[in-house]
């Protein structure tokens, strides 16, 4: 079982930076890859950046490439998202989500941070 806790959601204003986090409590973070996704009100949740179990991989949204990165600590539990750039379409609740290795589907998800960028 995988307990998910993001952390760092609030407001800030177009053009801003913030930084998610996402403690994870599992034995072992290794055999899990890790991703970000996002849903706006009245919109389908999409994924926004996706980690591979040691880091070496990364995936992005197009919406979101070269103003957020996304990281992880294993020897924290820990996934991160840095957001630069931020726009107000990013406006969104973000939830951090966590896969097993050879799985398809993430199974596990934190309850989701707020963000909301003003213009």
């Known amino acids: 079982q995988v307990q998910l806790v993001e952390s760092g959601g609030g407001l800030v204003q177009a053009g801003g930076s913030q930084r998610l986090s996402c403690a994870a409590s599992v034995r072992t973070f290794t055999n899990y890859d890790m991703a970000w996704f996002r849903q706006a009100p009245g919109k389908e949740r999409e994924v926004v950046a996706a980690i591979s179990w040691n880091g070496r991989s990364t995936n992005y949204a197009d919406s979101v490439k070269g103003r957020f990165t996304i990281s992880r600590d294993n020897a924290k539990n820990t996934v991160y998202l840095q957001m630069n750039s931020l726009k107000p379409e990013d406006t969104a609740l973000y939830y951090c989500?966590?896969?097993?290795?050879?799985?398809?589907?993430?199974?596990?998800w934190g309850q989701g941070t707020q963000v909301t960028v003003s213009s």
């Open positions: 989500a966590a896969r097993r290795l050879m799985n398809r589907e993430y199974a596990y």
